[in-house]
């Protein structure tokens, strides 16, 4: 099974929105960072499961707080 593909969006309160895609029909969820817990599985429409795992939620909140230095 392949790991969703992650991706952050900064709201306009400059929350973290992360966009879960599903590797097997494209389909995209999105979630407040801050919310999503590290080992959380999603099921997709599709039936597909979506497993965040700490690794991948790690980078991204990484990548969110790079943001946040750039653009304060």
């Given at each position: 099974?392949?790991e969703p ?6 709201a306009?309160?400059k929350?973290a929105?992360?966009l879960?895609e ?5 389909d ?6 801050d919310?999503v817990l590290p080992?959380?599985s999603?099921l ?7 497993n965040?795992?700490?690794n991948?939620?790690k980078?991204?909140r ?5 943001l946040?230095?750039e653009?304060p």
């Open positions: 099974m392949r593909n992650l991706d952050l969006e900064i306009d309160n929350k929105i992360l879960v599903c590797p097997e029909c494209g995209k969820a999105k979630f407040l960072l919310e080992g959380t999603v997709c429409n599709c039936g597909g499961v979506l965040l795992t700490d991948s939620l980078l991204i990484q990548r969110f707080d790079e946040r230095k653009n």
